[in-house]
């Protein structure tokens, strides 16, 4: 399997705030990564495809960057609905992977 | 609109048999694999694999193979997820996605979750 490890596992941050994340994978990976967004008791939601496309619908203060291993998700100016975990995904594989999560919380 | 619409929550004992299922809606079913995801109590996403409903072919975690299988039913549109025998350790929230391509594979559209509780 490729092994995808997030950083930091958990940040707290203000409203306001611009806040990057980090995805590592075990291997290359070229651009095949996807982001998710999930909030408590809901299902996961998609925000970026390709390592940088972001999903219809997304606010644009949601960007996406790297290639090979490594990858970043950067959300520009915090507002309050983005407080969430945070999860990276590999889609180079047959076999999917997720990172363990980034709980982003408020400060 | 697109939905997966996944079964209700269940309250089994271990060695018990278990089904659960995802329906899917506002697609062409047969056009997307399905995906299925766990989520134990307090802890991250678990992708576990996922069935093409046309001709049913599976790929699965090596972490899952052998204690889940995955179906589907593509004359009612909906996906299974199967044990045999639970384990306490079971005990999750499991989610189904339609497996989409955009230049890479990924999970665009989400079932609500099925809460399975495995305790004796």
């Known amino acids: 399997d490729i092994q995808m490890t997030q950083s930091p596992s958990s940040l707290s941050a203000f409203v306001g705030d611009r806040v990057t994340i980090t995805c590592r994978a075990s291997?290359?990976?070229?651009?095949?990564l996807n982001w998710y967004q999930q909030k408590p008791g809901k299902a996961p939601k998609h925000l970026i495809y390709?390592?940088?496309i972001l999903q219809s619908g997304v606010p644009s203060r949601f960007s996406g960057g790297g290639s090979g291993t490594d990858f970043t998700l950067t959300i520009s100016s915090l507002q309050p609905e983005d407080f969430a975990t945070y999860y990276c995904?590999?889609?180079?594989?047959?076999?999917?992977?997720f990172g363990g999560g980034t709980k982003l919380q408020i400060k | 609109e697109v939905q997966l619409v996944q079964s209700g929550a269940e309250l089994k004992k271990p060695g018990e048999s278990l089904r659960i299922s995802c329906k899917g809606s506002?697609?062409?079913?047969?056009?997307?694999?399905i995906s299925w995801v766990r989520q134990m109590p307090g802890k991250g996403l678990e992708w576990m694999g996922k069935?093409?409903?046309?001709?049913?072919?599976?790929n699965y975690s090596p972490s899952f193979q052998g204690h889940v299988t995955i179906s589907t039913d593509k004359s009612v549109s909906t996906a299974f997820l199967y044990w045999s025998s639970l384990k306490a350790s079971d005990t999750a929230i499991y989610y189904c996605?339609?497996?989409?391509?955009?230049?890479?594979?990924?999970?665009?559209?989400w079932g609500q979750g099925t809460l399975v509780t495995v305790s004796s």
């Open positions: 291997q290359s990976i070229s651009t095949y």
């Open positions: 995904q590999q889609s180079y594989s047959t076999i999917l992977t």
């Open positions: 390709a390592a940088s």
């Open positions: 069935i093409n409903p046309t001709d049913s072919h599976t």
């Open positions: 996605g339609r497996h989409a391509y955009g230049g890479t594979f990924f999970e665009d559209y």
């Open positions: 506002g697609y062409i079913f047969t056009n997307y694999w």
